[in-house]
Each structure stands twice: as structure tokens, then as C-alpha cells.
């Protein structure tokens, strides 16, 4: 028995929410757990059944998935950093006394904008409870992230008259975002 038509709409139901080599292990160890039912004497809809009953509810399984989804650990833990960072950067900036650099008002605007963007894109993905895709979304943030933490970190450079003693915290929590952000993109990408 290469499958069975209740199993195949358990897998459509798992293939509408998780990524398709997921979904194709599932069904390897779905089908040699029908085929062990089989094997005990049971007909093929009880052997399916059964199978499906030992695997659990197709809400259930990708459920778990989602939850363990690389995309949403990652922006959970960039959420969780966050405010720390942000932190040390703001004390830095004021510091640094950021007004009296020449940067256009539109160019901080600008950043600000694209900065509460990437919040929510990583809370979408943070927050995701029954789509593996939309966990996804965590690799555009941590991508999104590192190039604005990359650009703050050429700002300081580029543009502050001195380097101001809260900078010895915030960049290196910036370059350690940015080290995680990049480490963590195969991990999230190939899942």
C-alpha cells in the first residue's frame, strides 16, 4: 500500500501550512505506520485511521512545527534584545548629542520608520501560531535588522564628532545583533 486516501488528506492538510520536505518525512512515517497496521491484520480505512490517531490532529502537528520554527525563535529573540539595544543606542545618541550632527531630519524620520517596520515584521513572525510561512517572516526582519544596525554603526563613524562612552556598549550589542541576524539566516532560510 503506497498510501491510502485518508492519509493523503491528512498530508493536503499538513502540505496547505508546512514547507513540502516536512511534510514528505510525515508521510514516510505515516505510511510505515499504516503499513505496520496492516501488517496486524487490520483493514486498510482502521489501519489508516489508526495511523493518523497515532501521529495526532493535523492542527496539532503543525502547531508544533510553528512553534518550533526557526524564523519565530529568531525573531523572539531579536524582540527580546531589542529594547536593550535600543537602549544603550538612545543613551549613546543623546550622549553623542545626535541634534547636532548633520543628518537631515528625513533621513532620521526615514530610519525611525524603517525601524517600527521591522518590529512589526518580527512580531508577526514572533507571534505566529498556526502558520509555518508567516514564521518565515523572521528572516526578512533579522535580514532588515542587520542592515540597520550596519548603518547606525556608519553613522557613528561617518558622522559623530566623538565617540561617546555609552557607545562601548551599544556597539558591540549592535555587532552581536548583527553576527546572530546573519548566523541564523541559513538556519531559517533552509527550513
Do not use: N
Amino acid at each position: 500500500m503506497a498510501s491510502h486516501h485518508l492519509i493523503d488528506a491528512y498530508l493536503a492538510r499538513l502540505a496547505a501550512r508546512l514547507p513540502a520536505h516536512v511534510v514528505d518525512e510525515l508521510a514516510d512515517g505515516l505510511i510505515e505506520t499504516c503499513q505496520r497496521q496492516l501488517a496486524h491484520g487490520l483493514p486498510p480505512d482502521t489501519a489508516a485511521r489508526t495511523a493518523i490517531a497515532e501521529f495526532g490532529t493535523a492542527d496539532r502537528i503543525a502547531g508544533e512545527f510553528v512553534a518550533q520554527a526557526p524564523g519565530r525563535r529568531t525573531a523572539r529573540l531579536l524582540l527580546a534584545t531589542g529594547p536593550a539595544v535600543g537602549a544603550c543606542w538612545g543613551i549613546s545618541l543623546i550622549a553623542a548629542k545626535v541634534w547636532t550632527w548633520s543628518v537631515p531630519v528625513t533621513v532620521g524620520v526615514g530610519y525611525a520608520v524603517a525601524l517600527l517596520s521591522v518590529i512589526a515584521v518580527l512580531l508577526a513572525a514572533a507571534t505566529s501560531r498556526h502558520s509555518y510561512r508567516r514564521t518565515r517572516l523572521g528572516t526578512a526582519g533579522a535580514l532588515a535588522l542587520a542592515v540597520l544596525d550596519a548603518s547606525m554603526l556608519a553613522a557613528v563613524v561617518l558622522l559623530a564628532p566623538a565617540v561617546a562612552w555609552p557607545m562601548a556598549a551599544a556597539i558591540p550589542a549592535s555587532l552581536g545583533r548583527i553576527g546572530y541576524a546573519i548566523h541564523s539566516l541559513p538556519h531559517v532560510r533552509t527550513s
